[in-house]
């Protein structure tokens, strides 16, 4: 049983016909070749799958693509602007905030969305707001750290 | 010798694809035609199959292929000893043991196919526990295990996988020293490495008959021996392709389900993806193995050690498959001494087979459980010869010239300063409040050995492209390796290049592993760079102008038709005579109430060479600590009748950006390692030493010691409880 | 996940007739996080998925009469955040915090999190305490239950085929009351609970004596359950230590939890009384403020 379903990605309308079974992530990463999402766990724990639907993170592994329909979704891809990183995806980079970046498209898809609602969150903010996005290499410090620095552009968008 | 770019904090500039999702690890790997291929499980511990049928599940629409062991050749699989089926074939013999499989388009078809998969199983005795199965009248696991290629030659009873030994001076001699000798058994947990990528691969077969590979696989060219060895196929048809990997920690070095991929890819024609389920990761991944360890240690009445027994047993589960290395046991049983000098030693770790999920390398293999074991001891011991902990391990601790279990006699022994540094700045002697404990804890880690190539390229553009085959574990290496070649060319970072070698470009490489890569991969690069540097002198004389550029001097050679290249194959054999010490202070409030350890701050010192990416090195300590607090206090894959019973990251607890201490770290760099500009290694530094720490503070808070691993809320109330108890009596 | 019709109505009596078409082959779904999660591990295999994402209407958090109610589609996020909730019922904001992660509680609704009756789940024991009422719809009707009245074992409630939940009421706190939620997490921050604990207490005008206590605990039984041996223990009583130690060793004799990788049974039931008293502890200061505030 599939069903044609409409979905913003990006900024950018797809028409596709899913099976009415396929995973939000697996509609993105298969049906649309947008693999910077990804799957850990597969229950909604880990946040390796973390993308935005309407602006809110969710867990795309455990959302129906049908869920989406008609819906804007925001995956890692479209954090740049013009080839420029996003300043979260640049802290990452510049204070070691990823090592095996499995993890990471979930991390600043997380990142993003925390300093969207909240632009200049406290430790205890950011230790609540992150709790889902596990990483097993760095030991999250430096993701702590990445944030704290991106928080502190002065020229965030 | 002060560097330009080693030792600079560069960040990860390796890492836009990575922080922009364009980073292609093995499950995002797209081919046109790829289908998917699942896995059927035994839901048996131990049974013979008395028929397979898969009439059902090829009839279902969609799906391509469905394959039992009678539909593959007869061959046994391993990292260094072969015992493992491709598909379970006459019997299976732990829960979650491969025994068909099916290949659709559509991954969710196959999975649907897989219930509609008839096994028939005759249930067979089995054996969960390492102690039980080596008693006499165990249920075998395997009838014959000597009979396995790669299998050690001798085994106490059949159940034995390998025994590893060491030996120094005369044990019995030193216990007849002693005036006083202790004795406790410790415990430690089954635990998944926690990496967040499950095992993937795709297994494509080219027009020509040639076999593509792409995994997450630390060890490519081991890989392709290993494939050619499983597939019966010639290593020049294979080439293994090398991706990002997702997150390794000792995990993934193993064929996994490559050979399935390669059949099924095969039967249909299609390249052949397969990607576990976390589900499978955590009953049929390759975890660390849970332990069971006794030390007995003799003592005079100086506080020193004469004299220690070490009997360690590991439960491997059911396969010894995968243990890469040749002693198919745990190098890690070897920090049975500690960092202590200890004259009469013996140290005994049997691997055991029993019907459980199969266990492999995890960070560290080996230590974090022994080191859990003997620092534990230590304090225990120095509580009951009323010595302070630090004093008594003062009285032994490793110095100069000493000799490790292994053999090695060390130089540039610097554990007493290491213990200095990390009681220093834990503030180890100021005063606590009531329910706050403090604990120390040491370890060593070696730096690996191991084999690398590495080529470098001078670019008509003047930059330089370093071809190497170790993949991306997420280390940072990669940015190591450009930091070493741009220091000995004179270059900036942005004008190296790492290219990454398929299996095709070199002979070998022993991979990613070991804490070897900046060691041997760093001297790999380095040489070749020397190499090169010298190419570049010389065609400047030729060309008489000795300032000219990197881009003159290699746009001269094109128009000779050459390139400037030079090659370096680095061979670490022997391990060096230095070590890296760790010494670790967990500072823990526990309530009294529940049970509860809450870790409050945690000091970590190391005894490090030249440090060469200072966030990267970093980065290592705290991944590894973190780990090492996960395994202390909430990681435990629990079983029930070897059936994983936490199948989900919801069940098994990885700590959270919650969940971690603030941290205090030291790090005394002196430049005596074996790596390049004296580098040492810092992968495996700081996890082992993490849960006798904590452990150790929790007896310091509270009065309790527990002897098991991990220390849940729960053990430690209960234990109050018996000690409230015992006091009141 | 097996193969399924997906069907997603715009109206509520369409969501319904849909229901009773396909009776005991469909399955509700909202938010998903439960649902999708059991069809994934292949515990659940729906013939006919009904969605009431598209449903209008459902997702309104609004005050009637000394009461607030709770469309079923409100997500866990919504009421955490609520400007409304926090006001005027705190307890209520800061349970449905404490629920997993902030990516789950942008999806689960609080319609689903009672329908799924997972009885470690920890909205369930606030409203539970709060004495919420769950408005159930069918094609021919509506009823409202009592929520002590709606769960019956574990993953399992009075719902029958074709019926969904479409709202759930909760009254406001009495004067002199006080609210707390406590949450043991002994492992790591996005655990659940190894026990729950929702504790209200309303003194008696003189600010000093226990009018009425309420108690629910989760993690502990088949279904959330109602500590009413504890409650009966401080009613009239001064709320010193001993009554309340006296209440927490009431509540672990009403009990039955399951042992498993959050904690043994016989470790359940002791921290039962620990965590009482400590939600007591906490929802006494609170009701002592009011109290006072009152005055």
């Keep these: 049983m599939t069903r044609a379903i409409r979905l913003t990605v990006n900024g950018t309308a797809h028409d ?36 935005l639907l309407d602006g809110k993170m969710i867990s795309s592994c455990i959302a129906l693509a049908v869920f989406a329909d008609g819906h804007e979704v925001t995956t890692v891809e479209g954090l740049a602007e013009d080839e420029r990183l996003h300043p979260v995806q640049q802290a990452f980079m510049d204070a070691g905030g990823f090592q095996c970046g499995i993890c990471t498209p979930g991390q600043v898809v997380a990142a993003k969305a925390l300093l969207d609602a909240n632009p200049s969150p406290s430790d205890t903010e950011i230790r609540e707001w992150m709790l889902g996005n596990l990483c097993r290499c760095t030991g999250y410090y430096k993701i702590i750290e990445s944030i704290r620095a991106a928080a502190a552009q002065p020229s965030r968008p | 010798m002060a560097h330009r770019i080693v030792g600079q904090p560069i960040g990860r500039l390796d890492g836009v694809e990575k922080v922009s999702g364009a980073a292609r690890y093995s499950a995002d790997v797209t081919l046109p035609g790829l289908i998917w291929g699942k896995a059927l499980r035994s839901p048996l511990p131990h049974a013979r199959i008395v028929r397979i049928d898969t009439a059902e599940a090829r009839a279902v629409p969609g799906v391509m292929a469905v394959l039992s062991a009678r539909d593959l050749p007869d061959v046994l699989v391993g990292r260094r000893m072969f015992d493992m089926p491709l598909l379970a074939r006459d019997r299976v013999r732990f829960i979650g043991e491969k025994v068909a499989v099916v290949a659709a388009a559509d991954p969710d078809v196959a999975e649907e196919a897989l219930a509609l998969i008839y096994v028939e199983y005759e249930d067979l005795p089995a054996v969960f526990d390492a102690a039980a199965a080596i008693e006499p009248g165990a249920p075998l696991v395997h009838d014959n295990p000597g ?82 060895h499983a ?31 390669y059949h099924l890819a095969r039967v249909t024609g299609r390249p052949v993806k397969m990607v576990m389920r976390y589900t499978e990761e955590l009953m049929a991944g390759n975890p660390r193995h849970p332990s069971v360890i006794t030390l007995r240690t003799g003592v005079t009445k100086a506080g020193r050690i004469v004299a220690r027994r070490v009997r360690a047993l590991f439960n491997a589960g059911a396969y010894a498959a995968f243990k890469p290395v040749p002693h198919v046991n ?91 540094a990390a009681l220093e700045a834990s503030g180890w002697t100021t005063p606590k409040p009531a329910g706050v404990g403090r604990g120390v804890a040491m370890t060593h880690r070696h730096i690996g050995v191991g084999f690398t190539n590495a080529r470098v390229r001078l670019e008509t553009k003047g930059t330089v492209t370093l071809v190497i085959g170790l993949p991306d574990t997420g280390t940072g290496a990669h940015l190591v390796l450009r930091q070493i070649v741009a220091e000995v060319l004179g270059l900036s970072i942005d004008e190296v290049q790492i290219e990454l070698a398929t299996t095709d470009i070199f002979e070998t490489d022993s991979g990613v592993g070991g804490s070897r890569v900046t060691h041997t991969g760093g001297r790999a690069a380095y040489h070749a760079a020397e190499q090169l540097k010298e190419q570049i002198r ?94 202390a206090l909430s990681e435990e894959l629990g079983t029930e009748d070897g059936r994983v019973s936490t199948l989900s990251l919801g069940d098994f607890k990885l700590p959270t950006i919650a969940d971690i201490p603030p941290l205090t770290t030291v790090l005394l760099e002196d430049p005596v390692g074996p790596g390049p500009f004296r580098a040492k290694a810092i992968g495996e530094g700081s996890i082992s030493a993490v849960a006798p720490a904590v452990a150790n503070a929790v007896a310091d808070a509270c009065g309790v010691r527990i002897l098991d691993l991990p220390i849940t809320a729960e053990k430690v109330y209960f234990a109050l409880a018996v000690s409230k108890k015992e006091r009141s009596s | 996940m097996n193969a399924f019709d997906y069907r997603a109505p715009r109206r ?30 292949r515990l659940v295999r729906p013939a006919c998925l009904v969605s009431l994402r598209d449903v209008e209407g459902l997702d309104r958090i609004e005050a009637t009469n000394g009461a607030i109610r709770l469309g079923a589609l409100v997500t866990h996020r919504a009421v955490e955040v609520s400007p409304l909730i926090r006001e005027r019922l705190p307890v209520l904001a ?117 009018h009425q206590a309420r108690i629910a605990l989760g993690s502990v039984g088949m279904t959330p359950l109602r500590a009413r041996a504890a409650e009966a223990a401080l009613v009239g009583q001064r709320l010193d230590e001993g009554v309340l130690r006296a209440a927490g060793a009431a ?32 929802a006494a200061a609170a009701a002592r403020q009011m109290a006072r505030g009152a005055r």
């Design chain 3, 251 to 282: 509540a672990k004799t009403e009990v039955d939890p399951l042992s498993d990788h959050r904690g043994s049974a016989a470790y359940k039931r002791e921290m039962v009384s620990v965590m009482v008293g400590r939600a007591l502890t906490q």
């Design chain 2, 147 to 228: 009979a396995y290629e790669g299998a050690p030659a001798e085994r106490p009873h059949a159940n034995v996988q390998s025994v590893l030994c060491f030996k120094l001076g005369d044990v019995e001699a030193g216990f007849r020293e002693a005036d006083r000798i202790f004795e406790h058994t410790f415990r430690t947990q089954l635990a998944h490495h926690g990496y967040i990528e499950p095992h993937a691969g795709v297994v494509a077969i080219d027009g020509d008959g040639r076999v593509q590979v792409w995994a997450s696989n630390k060890m490519p060219y081991r890989l392709k021996e290993l494939l050619s």
């Design chain 2, 231 to 261: 597939l019966q196929l010639p290593k020049e048809r294979i080439r293994v392709n090398l991706t990002p990997i997702g997150g390794d920690f000792g995990g993934k070095g193993s064929l996994m389900d490559l050979p399935l991929a």
């Design chain 2, 330 to 420: 745990l190098g890690g049983a070897g920090m049975g001494a500690g960092v202590y000098r200890i004259p009469n030693l013996l140290i005994e770790s049997l691997c055991v087979y029993t019907h459980s999920i199969p266990c492999g390398h995890a960070r560290s293999p080996g230590e974090p459980q022994m080191v859990f074991a003997g620092e534990s001891h230590m304090d225990m011991i120095a509580k009951d010869l009323g010595l302070d902990p630090i004093e008594f391990r003062k009285r032994n601790l490793l110095t100069e010239g000493d000799h490790l279990p292994t053999g090695h006699h060390l130089e540039h022994v610097r554990a007493k300063e290491t213990l200095d």
């Design chain 2, 538 to 631: 010389v065609e400047a004389g030729k060309l008489g102008t000795p300032g000219a550029s990197f881009a003159v001097i290699a746009q001269a050679a094109a128009r000779d038709g050459r390139t400037l290249e030079a090659s370096h194959f680095y061979d670490a054999k022997a391990h060096a005579a230095v070590t890296s010490f760790t010494a670790q202070v967990a500072e823990v409030a526990v309530d009294s109430q529940t049970g509860q350890v809450t870790v409050r701050r945690f000091t970590t010192a190391h005894d490090v060479g030249t440090v060469i990416n200072p966030i990267g090195h970093q980065g290592q300590i705290e991944g590894g600590l973190v780990q090492g607090l996960g395994f």
């Design chain 1, 16 to 51: 596709v016909e899913v099976p009415t079974y396929r995973t939000l992530l697996d509609c993105l990463r298969c049906d649309l070749g947008l693999t910077g999402s990804k799957e850990g766990c597969g229950v909604g724990v880990c946040g390796a799958c973390t993308v």
């Design chain 3, 12 to 41: 509520l009596d369409e969501a319904l007739a849909l229901l009773q078409e396909h009776g005991p082959d469909a399955r509700v779904v909202a938010g998903g996080t439960a649902l999708v999660t059991m069809m994934r591990q």
């Design chain 3, 94 to 210: 800061e349970t449905f915090r404490r629920v997993g992660t902030v990516r789950i509680r942008h999806m689960a609704t609080v319609g689903g999190a009672l329908a799924h009756a997972d009885p470690n789940q920890d909205p369930p024991v606030t409203l539970l305490a709060l004495d919420a009422t769950v408005e159930i719809r069918r094609a021919s009707g509506r009823r409202e239950l009592p929520l002590r009245e709606f769960f019956r074992d574990y993953y399992e409630t009075v719902l029958e085929p074709g019926e969904l939940v479409t709202a759930v009421t909760v009254p406001l706190l009495p004067a002199a009351s006080g609210a707390s939620f406590v949450k043991f997490l002994p492992r790591t921050a996005d655990d659940y609970a190894t026990v729950a604990v929702a504790a209200i207490v309303t003194l008696e005008p003189d600010g000093q004596r226990c």
